[in-house]
């Protein structure tokens, strides 16, 4: 059978793939102390080890009793649109209007109904080096082309005003970024998000940011929303991190008001609406309990940073930009490995540490950085930076 040649430009997930090695490896004997191995430490993971905040779990109960569970509108149930509009005035001091908020299945539905709404063959869209593998997925699936712009630490690993304007051509149409970032938990400095912002409303190109991880920001200087710039910002979120129910498979979008039919129409034929179950549920942690829970485990999260950075330092993986949120570290291992993904490989056999290469995320720095992930159980952090500290002779 003859597939469609757009699969020509989508690589295999390879996060996903190092996890199947890990998990393989965590399934035999040198994982099982039965049989005198060691059990795997997981910090690859990309998801925090919470789960949804407490009243979710029984709201969702709820539904399937009182069977509230039709399709809703494909933007979403209006109420949930406006405990997100009310999130963003209590949060941000931002009057977003219930009606630009499309309620989605995750960020990734988010990322891919934007981007067919304004994408197509022959389109360029700008993306940092390095950035979260599916963003240029979703920019492929469109037929555009995705086109990496190079970054380094003294930018935060987020793309500088300058290197976005060397970078535009005359097909460019957007930008796309994340800040927070995946793999390396940094954000755009404000007034270079400010400036790009600028040249790309200027220029008739989209603006869109990945904001997935906003909510886990660690300081307040990189804690507000590209929203804040004007209605013309694309804003991609999602229930997954903050809220913590990744398989929940909830996120939304906020769009310029003209580009909210069009996303509607999308919607409405290629997934008719996001789970209407997850929907309800999601309304119990916007009250006052849920909304404490969140923040009690952003603050868990912070002091998880702190563990990590601190156990990184002493044994010699540098970090060169501590990230501001998240809960990913990327780290420079170059002075340990000749690659990167060997290195992961090595680590996963020898110390039982699932780590992530950085292949998926940087053409440009894939043989030398590693993601460590803090999504987990601190006693779980602190015994693998030992582990690791151990086989690196630290
Ligand atoms: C930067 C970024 N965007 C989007 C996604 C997709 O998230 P969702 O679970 O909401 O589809 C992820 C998932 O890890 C991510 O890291």
Redesign the pocket.
């Known amino acids: 059978m003859k597939l469609a040649s757009r699969l020509d430009h989508i690589e295999p997930f390879y996060v996903m793939e190092v996890s199947k090695a890990a998990a393989a490896l965590a399934a035999g004997p040198a994982c099982d102390p039965a049989q005198g191995g060691r059990r795997m430490l997981w910090l690859n993971i990309?998801e925090p080890d919470f789960g949804a905040p407490t009243g979710v779990g029984a709201a969702a109960q709820r539904c399937i009793a009182e069977r509230r569970t039709p399709y809703s509108d494909a933007t979403g149930l209006p109420e949930l649109r406006e405990a997100l509009s009310a999130w963003y005035a209590q949060r941000h001091g931002l009057q977003i209007g219930p009606e630009r908020i499309v309620i989605t299945a995750?960020?990734?539905a988010a990322?891919h109904l934007a981007c067919l709404a304004l994408f197509e063959p022959g389109d360029e869209v700008l993306l940092p080096d390095p950035s979260?593998p599916?963003?240029r997925h979703f920019v492929a699936a469109s037929g555009a082309s995705a086109r990496f712009v190079a970054t380094d630490a003294t930018s935060r690993y987020q793309p500088t005003p300058e290197a976005i304007e060397q970078a535009w051509t005359a097909a460019t149409r957007g930008v796309l970024l994340?800040s927070p970032s995946?793999p390396t938990g940094t954000s755009i400095e404000p007034e270079a998000l400010r400036r790009i912002s600028t040249l790309a409303h200027e220029r008739g190109a989209a603006l869109l940011v990945?904001e997935?991880?906003l909510a886990l920001s660690y300081e307040e200087r990189y804690a507000q929303t590209a929203l804040a710039l004007g209605e013309q910002v694309i804003s991609i979120n999602?229930f997954?991190k903050y809220f913590g129910m990744?398989g929940w498979r909830l996120?939304w979008l906020v769009l310029p008001p003209d580009l909210v039919r069009p996303v509607e129409k999308l919607a409405q034929n290629l997934y008719i609406c996001a789970s209407t179950l997850a929907q309800r549920a999601a309304l119990a942690a916007f009250t006052p309990e849920g909304l404490a829970e969140c923040e009690h485990r952003r603050d868990e999260l912070r002091r998880r940073r702190a563990l990590m950075l601190e156990g990184l330092q002493r044994i010699g993986l540098p970090v060169p930009v501590a990230p501001d949120g998240a809960f990913y570290v990327w780290a420079d291992v170059r002075a340990h490995a000749a690659d990167a993904w060997d290195f992961c490989f090595d680590v996963m056999r020898r110390a039982q540490v699932a780590l992530t290469p950085g292949r998926d995320f940087s053409p440009q720095m894939a043989r030398h950085f590693v993601r460590l992930s803090f999504a987990t159980a601190r006693a779980d952090i602190e015994e693998a930076l030992d582990r690791l500290g151990r086989l690196l002779g630290r």
Request: glycine letters at 18%; aromatic letters at 12%.
């Open positions: 990309g995750g960020a990734s990322l979260y599916c963003n994340a995946n990945d997935i991880y999602s997954s990744t996120g």
